[in-house]
């Protein structure tokens, strides 16, 4: 096992002892560190600011400073969960999270191995999000792996608990289709926040890969990326009983050199056997990012739907909004509420006003193909964004309609025989 001594900076990069610097430095990822001594928010950290000293030999060094402070502090935080996964397993959900609970109440869990020596330091940042700073770490042996950064607030729902169903939900997942959850790690010096390690995934998020991938200017390319989304949420419903909960184009990741798409952020997801009765469900079902949710009216549990029911419907409305999202770069609206415009229009009227400036954009510069294939799946969209949660189409409609199954698909073969 490495130990902290092992690693060193230069140039603001990260380096194991042993490393070609400049094979390293080629890299250009500059770790980010703590601007402060410990205690400052690690999540806001940015670039340190190094001071040039030039050598006898006249080349331009950078003084290392304040690297030890970030070594220790995230040297700090030990895993919560046991060290043998055959216990881990042994465990049913509830007896794991009462024993974090009692780790951490009892403060033993610094018996164990700490982040550092187990997954590395950072790399990079990769992204901010609402609750958490996602890094990118990399050990000695130049293994990749994610990790968040999670602020602890109880008032947002962002509790310990609900960072351990997390965990729960994603280790057990196919890691050909979706991000899994590795390990949960806490510190003693800093109890206000919690580190999140998943596995690594190669490739960019689909927002991205819209704007910079030209293959998506192709219908055709978005329908076969449609599909397999579709078949991985679908298989997420069936095989595993989990709602998404938050599917936007920024947790699907693309890589465009394989092809590959997997789903990723299910801090908001939940368990599909619940009933409809406590405060926290009712939470699950009206959380999530503004524009690809709807909020779940008091007139649609009027039917009795189960959780299985409009969890689906809530994860069909989002991929509905991200399908549109491939085809025209644009949103629907903003938020689903009545002050957004384009969200008001569709309401009152049925009338998708994004949707028909794409096809007078396709009409009016002469693209006649592209005019054809938005036109065909329109009836598709707003089935998809059905507001009436009980009229809205369901995956297995979609998964069993002949055109849908004529796409072709990105991938040969996928788990759960719907390929």
């Excluded at 002892?17 to 400049?22: C, Q």
């Excluded at 997954?119 to 130049?142: E, M, Q, S, V």
């Excluded at 997942?173 to 580190?195: R, T």
């Excluded at 009980?390 to 390929?419: N, V």
């Amino acid at each position: 096992m490495p130990s902290n001594r092992d690693y060193y900076y230069e140039d603001g990069i990260f380096f194991s002892k042993g490393s070609s610097s400049k094979d390293m430095l080629e890299d250009n990822e500059a770790v980010p560190l703590p601007k402060y001594p410990i205690g400052v928010s690690f999540r806001k950290a940015d670039q340190i600011h190094f001071r040039e000293l030039r050598t006898e030999h006249g080349r331009v060094i950078l003084t290392q400073i304040k690297q030890k402070c970030l070594v220790d502090y995230l040297s700090s935080f030990y895993s919560v969960l046991p060290e043998e996964k055959d216990d881990e397993y042994s465990m049913s959900h509830s007896d794991l999270l009462k024993y974090s609970q009692r780790r951490l109440r009892d403060k033993t869990f610094t018996e164990g191995t700490n982040l550092v020596t187990k997954f590395g330091l950072p790399r990079r940042n990769l992204g901010y999000g609402g609750f958490a700073t996602t890094y990118k770490f990399i050990t000695i042996d130049k293994t990749y792996h994610v990790v968040k950064y999670i602020t602890l607030d109880p008032r947002r729902f962002t509790t310990f608990e609900k960072i351990h169903e997390e965990y729960l939900i994603t280790r057990d997942l196919d890691p050909k289709l979706f991000g899994v959850g590795l390990d949960i790690f806490a510190s003693l010096k800093d109890p206000y926040h919690i580190m999140f390690v998943q596995k690594f995934i190669e490739g960019k998020d689909l927002i991205s890969s819209i704007e910079s991938n030209p293959r998506f200017q192709n219908p055709e390319f978005s329908f076969q990326v449609f599909k397999t989304i579709a078949n991985s949420v679908h298989i997420l419903h069936e095989q595993y009983n989990i709602c998404h909960s938050d599917l936007k184009p920024e947790n699907i990741m693309f890589d465009s050199d394989t092809d590959k798409i997997k789903i990723i952020d299910f801090g908001m997801s939940f368990r599909m056997d619940l009933p409809i009765t406590s405060y926290t469900n009712v939470v699950n079902l009206n959380c999530g990012t503004p524009g690809y949710y709807q909020r779940i009216r008091s007139n649609d549990l009027e039917y009795e739907l189960d959780y299985n029911y409009i969890g689906r419907a809530k994860d069909m409305f989002s991929l509905g909004h991200t399908f549109f999202n491939m085809l025209s770069y644009n949103n629907l609206w903003d938020n689903c509420s009545m002050k957004d415009v384009a969200y008001a229009k569709y309401y009152k009227t049925g009338r998708l006003l994004e949707y028909e400036n794409l096809k007078r954009r396709y009409y009016e510069t002469g693209q006649k193909e592209k005019l054809q294939q938005v036109v065909k799946v329109e009836i598709w969209l707003r089935y998809m964004m059905q507001l009436n949660v009980s009229a809205r189409l369901t995956f297995y409609q979609m998964i069993t309609d002949e055109w849908f199954r004529r796409i072709p698909t990105l991938h040969k073969k996928l788990p759960g025989g719907l390929y």
